[in-house]
């Protein structure tokens, strides 16, 4: 399928369109884990006595954990993957698995609210966006998407903006 | 982007648990300072375990024979994992890494396992609020082998007055 006029209008079908889904309970080893995957050692991140004495319920997420986590559930059997080993579900509906690459673009990310252990959170995403765009003369589409992540009771955590880039 | 921005009007601020690096007081921070440089050297496992903790399969940064086929020197680094980079370097600056409220970064050229990236910024604006200063930051991410930018975007952080 070429990035053509009714590849623009298939995605474009879809630009609005609202899907919630909750994601899960945040836990202390995933807190954890994140910050020493990234490197980062501050107590906040691993001492809960620390967090609580801090005015937290319990240990804090980095900033950008929730948006970095590609999958929350268990994902695509293995040999579903597309060959570059991506989540085809995540594309847009009616995007060959195979035919595209897909890069990141670029995010922007508002802190809400201190993510903590405990929370059960939902994400809400909404397609804004698309633009056809061209680079070094190869055709690409640049999508953007909204994900706002709250608590299951409704309190906003953080806000998403990124850029997608289909070529 | 819709709805209310924390960056104007944060609805925490946290007391600070330590000082900024560079000891300077919540006053004394002025627009142009720079922030005390963070350099990183992401690993191949440091970014297997990224990709694990994300579940992100992605084979160009696990697999060094698919990324050389796809015509990179190595795995790549994980755009989020470049954000976490400047996220850090913020919030050690801070003291508090509650204290951020906005992080825009784009990535400008990839960067693999076994670089040396230097995370540094500066002070852009500052917005003055009664309990907290509102720091707008410049972030940039350099690998250290030959100038490349690799990362850049900014940032706002609340800055508790006590």
Redesign the interface.
């Known amino acids: 399928m070429p990035l053509d006029a009714p590849f623009l209008d298939l995605l474009r079908a879809q630009v609005g369109v609202e899907s919630t889904r909750y994601l899960g309970e945040i836990t202390r080893q ?1 807190v954890a ?2 910050a ?5 050692d ?1 107590p ?2 691993f001492d809960p006595e620390q967090a609580r004495a ?3 319920h319990d240990v ?1 997420a ?3 954990l929730l ?6 559930d268990e ?1 695509t059997p293995t040999h579903e ?1 597309r060959a ?4 085809g579900r995540s594309l847009p509906a009616g995007l060959p698995a195979s035919e595209f690459r897909i890069l ?11 993510v903590t252990a405990g929370m059960r959170v939902v994400e809400r995403v909404v397609l804004r966006s698309v633009l056809p765009a061209e680079a070094q003369g190869a055709h690409m589409v640049a999508l953007t998407y ?1 994900h706002l992540y709250s608590t299951a009771d409704g309190q ?1 955590l953080l ?1 998403s ?1 990124r850029t997608v880039i289909v070529r | ?3 209310e ?3 104007s009007n944060p ?2 601020i ?2 600070r ?1 330590a000082p900024l690096h560079d000891a300077k007081s919540p006053l004394e921070i002025q627009v142009g300072d720079q922030l005390p440089e963070i350099i ?1 050297r992401p690993t191949s496992p ?1 970014l297997f ?2 990709s ?9 940064h696990y ?1 060094e024979a ?1 990324a050389r086929e796809e015509g990179y020197p190595g795995v790549l680094v ?4 470049h ?3 400047l ?2 370097l913020c ?2 600056w801070l003291g508090d ?2 204290g ?8 400008r050229r990839y960067a693999v396992a076994g670089d040396s990236l230097r995370c540094r910024g500066h002070v852009l604006r500052i917005d003055e609020e009664d309990e907290y200063r509102m720091l707008h930051v410049s972030l940039q991410e350099i690998r250290l082998s030959d100038g490349v930018v690799c990362a850049s975007g900014t940032a706002s952080l609340a800055h508790a007055r006590k």
């Open positions: 995933l884990r994140y020493r995957a990234i490197g980062d501050d906040l991140f801090r005015g937290h804090v980095p900033p950008n948006s970095s986590v590609m999958c929350w994902g993957l570059d080993g991506t989540e990141g673009g670029g995010e922007e990310i508002e802190l809400l609210a201190p909204e906003p806000r903006t | 982007m819709s709805g921005s924390p960056g609805t925490w946290a007391p648990s990183r440091q375990r990224y694990a903790i994300t579940w992100n399969a992605h084979r160009i697999d698919y994980q755009s989020h994992l954000s976490a980079y996220a850090t919030t050690q890494p509650t951020l409220r906005k992080l825009a970064v784009t990535i």
